[in-house]
């Protein structure tokens, strides 16, 4: 008996819209769990709380394994804004040293999100970093007064001498740079900053670990998450064992007080770096804790650069070490044999030119010549060079080959040390004279045969030089790190380099160097007991004369290569020969005799005044 | 008589929906109440074995249903109805205060909500009332007299300060339309919340070329189409349509023709105008023609254009901050992450991390945390999202539709109109639910707080919820039992 109702079309109107609503909603549902990744995203840093655990960052110890890098405690004061209510801002700021104004500061830089992007006020953020151990204790006591507050440790370096700051280096706050190019850093974290905790922080810094806790909306925590199947535990830093030796190094510091210069040591057979010293230097334990940014301030405004390592930043005029590399390249190239002699009248003279020399026999072949330091025979050795068109279709081809010899002795570019900053020093080929002087000859650039005019070169490279004559042709790309804890080392370091001299022409050169030990310009480099080579440097400059000296001994089987640099020192036998002798000697001996120590002290005691000399 | 037994006539496909609907929500509010790691989901002290408590009694209730006597349900409902209306006037003075509200009596050990139970005590008699042989709805007087009764407790919850609860009492008028009340009203109800939502969502974005806002130029145009509609819909084969739509679409083109290239101005007084012009022009024909229909389209362009420039006054000065901040935030208007915006971009994040399958029961973060606040009442569907994934939740919203049209077929197929009024009246309510909770959850509907029907946490509701369903069920199986 159903009747008719008039409206019932109306039905399909009502479940069409509670159809629509429904479909309406499925597809938000769509949108939201399976088109978006944002609320996920959100929802995970919601809910995790992720607590680092920090390694302990790798020791360092010297090559005779000892300790010069550690760790100890130091300790973070984290706050709380969420929970820092009510406590007495005045014992706070006493107990731990800071004024009233500071704190206020403070507190707003944390809550102040483009310093601190991380904030939030329900975990704990640095309030300050590094308390001495002092004010921690004091801290500790009255903690419980202080709510909202909470403490973290962390480790800090240690440095048990005051030796090798640049080799060493230091460690700092990451900056916004380094967070940017690793993501394994974090606003707070430390990084190295100079040296070794620089070049080898991969290595050093271990690997951080990680806690995953759920936290709830109070930020409480209420367990691990997924029961700890994410959770790793950190892994401490590798140890680095350097090939420096500690005495030595401190001896070479010693040496360089009151000058400035660098002093470089390696071992030719393995190219490791036996002491590298660059003065002035600094007290690596002042770049520690919370002063170091103030620390770090003044030594960067210092006048005489102390935080440049000059052994691998310090661009000089390789002076008369230089002459050996001519020597190798002139007999290689053919242009003299051992035996060419060539004329010098107190100087290289021709074609109006004149470069002067000191008296001795003339002619004089190569061995002599090296011996006594003759500015002409090199001065000769390059003219033919440049002008032999037997040989070189050009000048500019005879140059290209001079340039290249020079690049495979390691001149001219990076030698690849393992210390961050090295410079690459100057080696001056064709291109460079056509741009900079138009028209040239043999005769303007002549002075480069005595490693003057364009040619610089590090420390780092004159050393390297002496190691690859006292290996005949070779070197290992010199490095500091000895060993890594666990690993080996870069194969890098591994691998001979030979030079594109023949080892019989280097036999000439090693025989020129012992010249001018035996009855050159070195004759005080002579150590009883032992044949050293060597070759002086006197590089002219705006001021006072550089004084340089390479070497190494014993000729045979070498056990050490030497470079001294001293600035405005004057002739190579002032202060380069004398500093040179002390570091093979002590080395070689493992300590120093009677005579030498006194020879020592009144070195260490002689400074050098540099107020007259424009930096 | 056994199988007279009017419990083995109820309808299986409502019962296994309802069965199964109170089965994921008892899951979710394990999960949405429990921290991670525990198992304990059935004692006492815990939500969930409350929780199964409260399904118990449901469960005896719906049994109870079925067996009374259907003619009771019309007997009683005058006297239960008046008696609900004394509940409520009295409920704001016994009850204490929770959350800014008085709605819940205090019983010893429990709490219960009469508004949840006032639903189906209205329904009751709207259809005894509505159901009375000849009771017209098309007739205006009759229309008031049925949406009076319905508006009684309405405003007597909003006097408890749950306006949630009370903005329910709307989802009759969906039945109301079912039951013959004028589409128009519908249409015009439809008509104000877009005037109100892209009035009020683009009042202060110019539109270019002129000095007028977008919100305002398009809701003028629209109802200057509206108004050109009705005159379709109700003077049928008349030229007024084809007139006033191309006179409105060309002077509003016109008007904006020039602002833009020849001199700027704000185009809504051209609108307005128009839309004067069209009242003008039906009053015209209404007095020539002597038709009502001319005055009341005429009424509805005149209502709407003093609607536009009242909503924006209302919601700045006659709504509560808070309603104010919950709307604008809605329209996207404001940003508020803090404050009401809080809670439902939480309840977004917990949705939408639970991807396709979920992260799995008891696993969700979000809500085990208790970042989506009344995470187990209003907010439940979020612990769904979250742990069951877009198959769980979407699963459910169809649970909850083929439930709502089981319904309406179910009224459709009564041959009492009593049945068929009761019936929609359930249908609607529970679609009303469904569409506000589900839509504030996930960010489509203000946020209003009324639970979701058999998944908040609470017996009230689930008991509310249960006299509905059962009342219905037992209604359609007597009615089975007299066709047989």
């Not at chain 2, 007028?212 to 349509?241: D, E």
């Amino acid at each position: 008996m159903e009747q008719k109702n008039p409206f019932s079309n109306r039905r399909l109107v009502i479940s069409g819209v509670a159809i629509a609503i429904i479909a309406i909603y499925i597809i938000r549902l769509l949108s939201l769990q399976l088109l978006s990744d944002d609320y996920k995203r959100n929802a995970d840093s919601n809910a995790f709380r992720r607590d680092v655990l920090y390694p302990s960052r790798g020791l360092i110890f010297d090559r005779n394994g000892e300790l010069l890098v550690f760790n100890e405690p130091s300790y973070n004061i984290m706050v709380t804004m969420n929970e820092q209510i009510g406590i007495d801002t005045l014992d706070f700021c006493k107990t731990i040293g800071i004024t009233p104004e500071f704190y206020t500061r403070r507190c707003a830089d944390i809550k102040d999100r483009s310093k601190n992007p991380g904030y939030s006020r329900f975990t704990p953020q640095v309030f300050m970093t590094q308390i001495p151990p002092e004010e921690f204790s004091l801290f500790r006591e009255k903690l419980f007064r202080f709510r909202g507050f909470s403490i973290e440790k962390r480790a800090a370096r240690h440095y048990s001498s005051g030796i090798a700051a640049h080799i060493l280096g230091d460690v700092g706050e990451v900056n916004p740079d380094d967070i940017k190019e690793d993501d394994y850093y974090h606003s707070g974290d430390y990084i190295g900053k100079l040296g070794v905790e620089r070049s080898y922080e991969k290595q050093l810094r271990g690997e951080k670990g990680l806690r995953i806790l759920l936290r709830d909306v109070h930020g409480r925590i209420k367990g691990h998450y997924a029961d700890g199947e994410y959770d790793r535990d950190p892994v401490p830093g590798k140890n680095l064992t350097l090939s420096i030796d500690a005495h030595l190094q401190e001896l070479a510091e010693r040496l360089l007080e009151g000058k400035l210069g660098a002093i470089v040591a390696i071992e030719p057979t393995t190219g490791q770096i036996l002491c590298m010293a660059s003065s002035p230097t600094y007290d690596p334990r002042v770049l520690v804790g919370r002063e170091r940014s103030n620390a770090h301030k003044a030594l960067s405004k210092d006048p005489m650069k102390p935080l440049l390592n000059r052994a691998i930043m310090g661009m000089y005029p390789p002076g008369s070490t230089f002459k050996i590399t001519q020597a190798l390249l002139g007999l290689q190239e053919g242009i003299i044999t051992p035996e060419t002699s060539f004329p010098c009248s107190r100087g290289f003279n021709y074609k109006g030119m004149h470069l002067g020399c000191h008296g001795h026999g003339s002619p004089i072949p190569l061995v002599p010549a090296i011996g006594t330091s003759c500015n002409a025979y090199f001065c000769w050795n390059l003219y033919r060079m440049l002008s032999d068109r037997q040989h070189y279709k050009s000048q500019a081809e005879a140059m290209t080959r001079w340039k290249d010899h020079l690049v495979s002795m390691g001149y001219g570019y990076r030698l690849g040390v393992d210390l961050p900053g090295e410079k690459r020093g100057m080696i001056p080929n064709a291109d460079y004279y056509t741009k900079h002087l138009h028209e040239w000859g043999p005769l303007s650039v002549i002075s480069i045969s005595i490693g003057q005019g364009e040619v610089t070169a590090t420390p780092l490279q004159i050393c390297n030089l002496a190691a690859t004559v006292a290996n005949r042709g070779y070197y290992y790309i010199p490095h500091v790190v000895k060993n890594i804890q666990g690993s080996s080392l870069d194969t890098l370091y591994t691998r001979k380099h030979y030079t594109m001299v023949d080892k019989k022409w280097y036999d000439v050169a090693v025989q020129g160097m012992r010249r001018a030990v035996t009855g050159g310009t070195c004759r005080g480099a002579n150590i009883p007991g032992y044949e050293v080579c060597g070759k002086t440097g006197t590089a002219q400059n705006r001021g006072h004369d550089h004084s340089a000296f390479m070497g190494f001994a014993p000729m045979e089987q070498p056990k050490i290569a030497v470079a001294v640099y001293v600035e405005n020192g004057g002739f190579g036998a002032t202060f380069g020969v004398p500093i040179g002798k002390l570091i093979m000697e002590q080395y070689l001996n493992g300590k120093l005799s009677g005579g030498s120590e006194a020879q020592a002290r009144s070195l260490q005691s002689r400074h050098i005044n540099y107020g007259g000399y424009e930096r | 008589m056994r199988l007279g037994n009017p419990a083995f006539k109820a309808d299986w496909v409502v019962v296994t929906l309802y069965l199964l609907l109170m089965l994921a929500g008892w899951v979710s509010i394990c999960g949405a109440s429990h921290e991670i790691g525990d198992t304990d989901f059935f004692s006492w002290g815990t939500r969930s074995g409350k929780q199964l408590v409260w399904i118990g009694c449901s469960l005896g209730l719906a049994g109870f249903l079925m067996m009374i006597d259907e003619k009771y349900f019309d007997t009683l409902s005058v006297l239960l109805y008046v008696a609900m209306l004394l509940l409520l006037i009295l409920t704001p003075f016994l009850a204490k205060e929770i959350k800014g509200s008085r709605s819940w009596i205090s019983l010893g050990a429990v709490s219960i909500q009469p508004a949840e139970f006032a639903k189906c005590v209205t329904a009751l008699i709207v259809a005894k009332v509505v159901g009375q042989y000849g009771f017209t709805l098309s007739n205006p007087q009759r229309l008031l007299k049925a949406a009076a009764l319905v508006l009684l407790p309405m405003g007597l919850i909003v006097l408890q300060k749950e306006t949630g609860s009370a903005l329910v009492y709307l989802s009759f008028f969906l039945m109301f339309y079912r039951e013959g009340m004028p589409g128009s009203i519908l249409f015009t109800a439809v008509a104000a919340v877009i005037y109100f939502v892209v009035g009020i969502r683009y009042a202060e974005q110019p539109l270019p070329g002129t000095y007028s806002s977008v919100g305002q130029f398009v809701v003028l145009l629209l109802i200057s189409i509206f108004t050109a509609a009705l005159t379709k819909v109700y003077c049928p084969r008349t030229p007024h349509f084809r007139r006033l739509l191309t006179g409105g679409l060309l002077s509003t083109a016109i008007a904006y023709a020039f602002s833009a290239l020849i001199l700027p101005f704000d185009i809504a007084w051209v609108q307005i105008l128009w839309i004067a012009f069209l009242v003008g022009y039906l009053v015209w024909y209404g007095l020539g023609d002597r038709l009502r229909q001319y005055y009341v389209i005429a009424i509805f362009a005149l209502g709407s254009t003093a609607f536009l420039y009242t909503s924006d006054y209302a919601l700045n000065n006659v709504l509560e901050p808070h309603q104010t901040t919950r709307i604008r935030v809605l329209l996207g208007i404001e940003e508020d992450m803090i404050g009401a915006g809080y809670n439902v971009n939480q309840s977004k994040i917990a949705i939408g991390s639970g991807g396709l399958e979920g992260k799995g029961f008891m696993n969700g973060t979000q809500t085990k945390l208790k970042y989506v606040p009344e995470q187990d009442t209003d907010f439940i569907f979020c612990t769904v999202g979250e742990e069951q994934g877009f198959i769980g939740s979407s699963a459910v919203l169809l649970l909850f539709l083929t439930l709502i049209l089981r319904l309406f077929t179910l009224a459709e197929r009564q041959s009492s109109r009593f049945g068929r009024i009761y019936g929609y009246s359930v249908g609607s309510i529970l679609l009303f639910h469904v569409f506000i909770n589900i839509g504030m959850v996930i960010g489509l509907t203000p946020v209003i707080g009324i639970p979701l029907p058999f998944f908040s946490y609470g017996g009230s509701s689930l008991w509310g919820f249960t006299l509905l369903i059962f009342i219905f069920l037992r209604i359609d199986a007597g009615d089975k039992l007299r066709r047989r």
